[in-house]
């Protein structure tokens, strides 16, 4: 076996066998040929894959092992991690997706031969897309010179990058672009504005610099900066495209085969995505997404465009979003090199676009100083001390002011709108703060004042991390003449804030947004839309704290809507009242004696076939609603997300019962025609019961118990959990369990009824407020 074979744990083995992490360790005590650990901690041990399947294989136990999870295995399980791996098998896909016959005749034969072919083939695949590659140890090419002319070496793998490099240089991917070796200085074309270390980040040492090799010239370029008051040292220009060698890419070989083998069945950009999709929802606190929704919004914001630039384009989301057009470059960056890598491999295989990808800290190094983009659309990192407030006060991209140390929103804008030929359009995602913070409110006036900031957009509550807050949208425009009255677009969409957890109601906050945004860009300006947009003078906003919060300036709806929707909701308040009346439990009567049933278990029902026990989490592959715990407790519709994944999503029907396992609380939901169909969330636990042997409503009704849940729950530090196999149920006839259910059902209704009462009755109060204070209602 060899010593950096794919590992996998034991809940990796449960999945590839489809069984509980309690059967492969039953499996480790019982069968003495069980594969030894090879790795891990005592307590977490890993083992090798190889040895894992061929014993899973002779004990009859992998034959329905899918495909996807085979390969998601050997990919978490890589010896060099899994964002290595994918590095590798992205590489691997866009070869197949450019060029399937060469790696059908690379494919053959035995590892060693896919390893040791395998350089040359990606090598003529890679750098037509990417312009320039590396190789490590300061080999940039076949030569013996390190230069490689015509069809240079490289390939993507930021994370071996920044192994060997250890740079914050930015990585200039532009074919044509003068060879910068190992300690030249960058071109003309590539050069940073300033050249300081990325937080985190080691500058190289000479030695570990790798070559740049480029798809044509050869020639060497030394310029001075063009930054700062004085010269500063130039950074060497490095490709984030680096092509691995043989033994790098050895012990990948079963991972290559077995990606190759999906992408026949998915395609080679599904693949990627699945793969890609998998490893971000694995590690979600390592990455900040922006929502797909929200990036097709700020794409459709900044219009068509042949050149766009995401700055800090983390996984890719705002590029993918922009729709493809002949002779399009695209243009990214970021200070992750494993980021900015999986966004050039993950834009290669979406279009044929030129991807142009650089690694570096785009304030302090930015890799695209002589760039002039259509468009720049931007999620940038929110409230950065660290930015480069002291090295970079004398940078000429500060044309509407030296941003503040806790103003690096501002410095993004401006980096921007630097990057944009005159009449280009920028879109940023910014915090609220920054339309109001006085340490910003100059740089906030000379960007009104020369007509850059077009509009201020707020969005709704979890349209994106943090979720907790409205953010904003800036739709910005270098000049390109002298702004004669200009006005600005204000706007918030926040009342299309979803229930619960759901998100927002992306439709509508499309539909509105642009509507807006197109009026106001094509005459200038637009009439009030109460509650919702309007244009405002510039010379308005401009007093002593030039606040630009949307929510400050806009009118309020108008007096008739505000009277006509108080007067609805006080109407349905009232209808709702009288039902709850209506709906009142009889006093109730006393049962005497007190019934001693004889009792049973879920778990006795489950064994026995009465009912199926089935637990959520797993979103699958169809694209549902998701029942959450949260609509649960709350008895509101599903509005939940799950990620995709191999194992089947658990859907409900009318009648199965969901309980939730997690909080306290004895709540218990029948499924019914409406919230039927929906994906079954995390923490909730499915009873789906004979309708022959168990009443749904009797069954929801007993597991209510308060006496039943507390001696079925266990007790943490931070929560209780609640074993739904313990919950007791009394062995009645069937006749019994329906008069029992009718009258559950019954109380069922009636929370319902209080819930909604409740609902509007928050609802009247508020506008009753908001009318009085604003004037719209009168005091009598």
Same mark, same amino acid.
């Given at each position: 076996?060899?010593?950096?074979?794919?590992e996998?744990?034991?809940?990796?083995i449960?999945?590839?066998?489809?069984?509980?992490?309690?059967?492969?360790?039953?499996? $480790?005590?019982?069968?003495?040929?069980?594969?030894?650990?090879?790795?891990?901690?005592?307590?977490?041990?890993?083992?090798?894959?190889?040895?894992?399947?061929?014993?899973?294989?002779?004990?009859?136990?992998l034959?329905?092992?899918?495909?996807?999870?085979?390969?998601?295995?050997?990919l978490?399980?890589?010896?060099?991690?899994?964002?290595t791996?994918?590095?590798?098998?992205?590489c691997?896909?866009?070869?197949?997706?450019d060029?399937?016959?060469?790696?059908?005749?690379?494919?053959?034969?035995?590892?060693?031969?896919?390893?040791?072919?395998?350089?040359?083939?990606?090598?003529?695949?890679?750098?037509?897309?990417?312009?320039?590659?590396?190789?490590?140890?300061?080999?940039?090419? $076949?030569?013996?010179?390190?230069?490689?002319?015509?069809?240079?070496?490289?390939?993507?793998?930021?994370?071996?990058?920044?192994?060997?490099?250890?740079?914050?240089?930015?990585?200039?991917?532009?074919?044509?672009?003068?060879?910068?070796?190992?300690?030249?200085?960058?071109?003309?074309?590539?050069?940073?504005?300033?050249?300081?270390?990325?937080?985190?980040?080691?500058?190289?040492?000479?030695?570990?610099? !790798?070559?740049?090799?480029?798809?044509?010239?050869?020639t060497v370029h030394?310029?001075?900066?063009?930054?700062?008051?004085?010269?500063?040292?130039?950074?060497?220009?490095?490709?984030?495209?680096?092509?691995?060698?043989?033994?790098?890419?050895?012990?990948?070989a079963?991972?290559?085969?077995?990606?190759?083998?999906?992408?026949?069945?998915?395609?080679?950009?599904?693949?990627?995505?699945?793969?890609?999709?998998?490893?971000?929802?694995?590690?979600?606190?390592?990455?900040?997404?922006t929502?797909?929704?929200?990036?097709?919004?700020?794409?459709?914001?900044?219009?068509?465009?042949?050149?766009?630039?995401?700055?800090?384009?983390?996984?890719?989301?705002?590029?993918?979003?922009?729709?493809?057009r002949?002779d399009?470059?695209?243009?990214?960056?970021?200070?992750?090199?494993?980021?900015?890598?999986l966004?050039a491999?993950?834009?290669?295989?979406?279009?044929?676009?030129?991807?142009?990808?650089?690694?570096?800290?785009?304030l302090?190094?930015?890799?695209h100083?002589?760039?002039?983009?259509?468009?720049?659309?931007?999620?940038?990192?929110?409230?950065?001390?660290?930015?480069?407030?002291?090295?970079?006060?004398?940078?000429?991209?500060?044309?509407?002011?030296?941003?503040a140390?806790?103003?690096?929103?501002?410095?993004?804008?401006?980096?921007?709108?630097?990057?944009?030929?005159?009449?280009?359009?920028?879109?940023?995602?910014?915090?609220?703060?920054?339309?109001s913070?006085?340490?910003?409110?100059?740089?906030?006036?000379?960007?009104?004042r020369?007509?850059?900031?077009?509009?201020?957009?707020?969005?709704p509550?979890?349209?994106?991390? !943090?979720?907790?807050?409205?953010?904003?949208?800036?739709?910005?425009?270098?000049?390109?003449?002298?702004?004669?009255?200009?006005?600005?677009?204000?706007?918030?969409?926040?009342?299309?804030a979803?229930?619960?957890?759901?998100?927002?109601?992306?439709q509508?906050?499309?539909?509105?947004v642009?509507?807006?945004?197109r009026?106001h860009? $094509?005459?200038?300006?637009?009439?009030?839309?109460p509650?919702?947009?309007?244009?405002?003078?510039?010379?308005?906003?401009?007093?002593?704290?030039?606040?630009?919060a949307?929510?400050?300036?806009?009118?309020p709806?108008?007096?008739?809507?505000?009277?006509?929707?108080?007067?609805?909701?006080?109407?349905r308040?009232?209808?709702?009242?009288?039902?709850t009346?209506?709906?009142?439990?009889?006093?109730?009567?006393?049962?005497?004696?007190?019934?001693?049933?004889?009792?049973?278990t879920?778990?006795?029902?489950?064994?026995?076939?009465?009912?199926?026990?089935?637990?959520g989490?797993?979103?699958?592959?169809?694209?549902?609603?998701?029942?959450?715990d949260?609509?649960v407790?709350?008895?509101?519709?599903?509005s939940?997300?799950?990620?995709?994944?191999?194992?089947?999503?658990?859907?409900?029907?009318?009648?199965?019962?969901?309980?939730?396992?997690?909080?306290?609380?004895?709540?218990?939901?029948?499924?019914?025609?409406?919230?039927?169909?929906?994906?079954?969330?995390?923490?909730?636990?499915?009873?789906?019961?004979d309708?022959?042997?168990?009443?749904?409503?009797?069954?929801?009704?007993?597991? $209510?118990?308060?006496?039943?849940?507390?001696?079925?729950?266990?007790?943490?530090?931070?929560?209780?959990?609640?074993?739904v196999?313990?919950?007791q149920?009394?062995?009645? !006839?069937?006749?019994?369990?329906?008069?029992?259910g009718?009258?559950?059902?019954?109380?069922?209704?009636?929370e319902?009824?209080?819930?909604?009462?409740?609902?509007l009755?928050?609802?009247l109060?508020?506008?009753?407020?908001?009318?009085?204070?604003?004037?719209?209602?009168?005091?009598?």
């Open positions: 076996m060899q010593d950096n074979a794919t996998v744990t034991a809940a990796g449960a999945r590839l066998a489809g069984v509980g992490r309690a059967a492969v360790s039953n499996w $480790r005590r019982r069968h003495a040929d069980f594969p030894k650990p090879v790795g891990g901690t005592e307590t977490s041990p890993s083992f090798a894959l190889t040895e894992v399947e061929a014993w899973l294989r002779k004990q009859g136990k034959a329905e092992v899918p495909l996807r999870e085979r390969v998601w295995q050997q978490v399980g890589h010896p060099e991690g899994p964002v791996a994918l590095l590798h098998a992205g691997v896909l866009l070869l197949i997706h060029r399937p016959t060469v790696w059908l005749e690379v494919g053959g034969g035995s590892d060693e031969r896919l390893a040791a072919m395998l350089p040359g083939a990606l090598e003529e695949v890679l750098v037509p897309r990417f312009g320039a590659v590396t190789r490590r140890g300061g080999r940039g090419g $076949r030569s013996g010179s390190g230069v490689h002319s015509g069809s240079a070496a490289g390939v993507v793998s930021a994370v071996n990058a920044a192994a060997s490099v250890n740079t914050a240089s930015p990585v200039h991917l532009e074919a044509g672009s003068g060879e910068s070796g190992a300690v030249n200085a960058p071109s003309t074309e590539s050069a940073p504005s300033a050249v300081h270390n990325a937080p985190g980040v080691n500058t190289p040492h000479p030695v570990n610099t !790798p070559r740049t090799v480029h798809a044509a010239s050869t030394a310029t001075p900066s063009t930054s700062g008051a004085s010269a500063t040292p130039l950074t060497p220009t490095t490709p984030a495209v680096r092509l691995p060698t043989g033994p790098e890419l050895l012990p990948s079963p991972l290559l085969r077995g990606t190759a083998e999906l992408a026949a069945e998915l395609g080679a950009r599904q693949t990627f995505e699945f793969l890609l999709g998998r490893h971000l929802d694995a590690n979600p606190r390592l990455y900040t997404l929502p797909a929704e929200l990036a097709g919004l700020m794409a459709d914001l900044a219009g068509p465009a042949r050149t766009v630039l995401d700055p800090a384009c983390g996984t890719g989301a705002l590029l993918r979003a922009v729709s493809p002949p399009q470059e695209l243009y990214a960056q970021d200070s992750a090199p494993e980021l900015a890598a966004t491999l993950r834009l290669a295989l979406q279009t044929r676009t030129a991807v142009r990808a650089a690694v570096g800290d785009t302090r190094a930015d890799a100083p002589e760039l002039h983009a259509d468009a720049v659309l931007c999620h940038p990192p929110f409230n950065e001390r660290n930015w480069g407030h002291d090295e970079l006060a004398y940078d000429p991209r500060w044309e509407y002011g030296f941003p140390r806790t103003e690096s929103e501002l410095a993004w804008v401006q980096h921007a709108l630097a990057r944009l030929k005159d009449g280009g359009t920028a879109v940023l995602l910014m915090p609220p703060a920054a339309a913070r006085r340490s910003g409110r100059r740089i906030r006036a000379d960007l009104l020369r007509g850059a900031l077009r509009a201020v957009i707020a969005l509550v979890g349209a994106a991390p !943090p979720y907790n807050i409205p953010l904003h949208l800036w739709v910005l425009r270098r000049p390109d003449r002298a702004p004669g009255q200009p006005e600005v677009l204000l706007a918030d969409v926040g009342q299309f979803g229930e619960a957890r759901g998100g927002p109601d992306w509508a906050v499309r539909d509105t642009l509507d807006a945004w009026v860009d $094509r005459t200038g300006s637009l009439d009030e839309r509650g919702l947009a309007r244009s405002l003078p510039v010379i308005e906003l401009l007093d002593d704290d030039v606040d630009l949307p929510a400050r300036h806009l009118p709806p108008t007096a008739a809507d505000g009277v006509e929707q108080l007067t609805a909701v006080r109407d308040l009232g209808e709702t009242l009288r039902l009346a209506d709906l009142t439990p009889p006093p109730a009567d006393a049962a005497r004696p007190a019934p001693r049933w004889p009792l049973t879920i778990g006795e029902l489950a064994r026995g076939g009465a009912l199926v026990m089935r637990t989490g797993s979103g699958g592959h169809a694209r549902v609603p998701v029942l959450t949260n609509d407790l709350a008895g509101t519709a599903p939940g997300t799950l990620p995709e994944s191999d194992e089947e999503a658990v859907l409900t029907e009318p009648g199965d019962v969901v309980v939730p396992v997690l909080g306290g609380g004895s709540i218990a939901r029948v499924i019914d025609d409406a919230t039927s169909g929906a994906a079954l969330g995390r923490n909730l636990v499915l009873l789906r019961p309708p022959t042997a168990l009443d749904p409503w009797f069954l929801a009704g007993f597991l $209510r118990g308060t006496a039943n849940n507390r001696q079925a729950s266990s007790y943490a530090s931070t929560a209780t959990r609640l074993d196999r313990r919950l149920l009394p062995r009645l !006839p069937f006749d019994e369990q329906r008069r029992y009718a009258r559950f059902r019954a109380l069922d209704e009636f319902r009824v209080l819930r909604q009462a409740g609902r009755g928050e609802q109060v508020r506008g009753m407020y908001d009318g009085l204070t604003d004037g719209t209602v009168a005091p009598d």
